[in-house]
Nanobody, 126 residues
Framework: QVQLVESGGGLVQAGGSLRLSCVASGRTFGSYAMAWFRQAPGKEREFVAA???????HCEDSVQGRFTISRNNAKNTVYLQMNSLKLEDTAVYYC????????????????????WGQGTQVTVSS
């Protein structure tokens, strides 16, 4: 069983920055593809960013150039660095993981992920 624990959320003013962390336990972290999704009130959960266990990564268009996903396999941790935050970035952010046999695999589809964290709230104020 894989457990994911997110941290780093909070209240920040528009234009500010936050770094989310997600620590994984239970299996060999280096074999996981990881992703961040978010869900705003009244909206569907949406993809934010994903990273393969080799480091290949992709960000959704609306956060491209502002958010960066990275990972430290030695620390079993994936990060989401969020800069130039906007009001519309307000949401609960979820970390997700799936075991992958391909070094460059990642997905932007939530159904591809087997394990989820409890979420961390990010609130951007004006």
């Amino acid at each position: 069983q894989v457990q994911l624990v997110e941290s780093g959320g909070g209240l920040v003013q528009a234009g500010g920055s936050l770094r989310l962390s997600c620590v994984a336990s239970g299996r060999t972290f280096g074999s996981y593809a990881m992703a961040w999704f978010r869900q705003a009130p009244g909206k569907e959960r949406e993809f934010v960013a994903a990273i393969s266990w080799s480091g290949t990564n992709h960000c959704e268009d609306s956060v491209q150039g502002r958010f960066t996903i990275s990972r430290n396999n030695a620390k079993n941790t994936v990060y989401l660095q969020m800069n130039s935050l906007k009001l519309e970035d307000t949401a609960v952010y979820y970390c997700a993981a799936t075991v992958s046999g391909a070094i460059s695999y990642y997905s932007d589809r939530d159904v591809e992920y087997d394990y989820w964290g409890q979420g961390t709230q990010v609130t951007v104020s004006s």
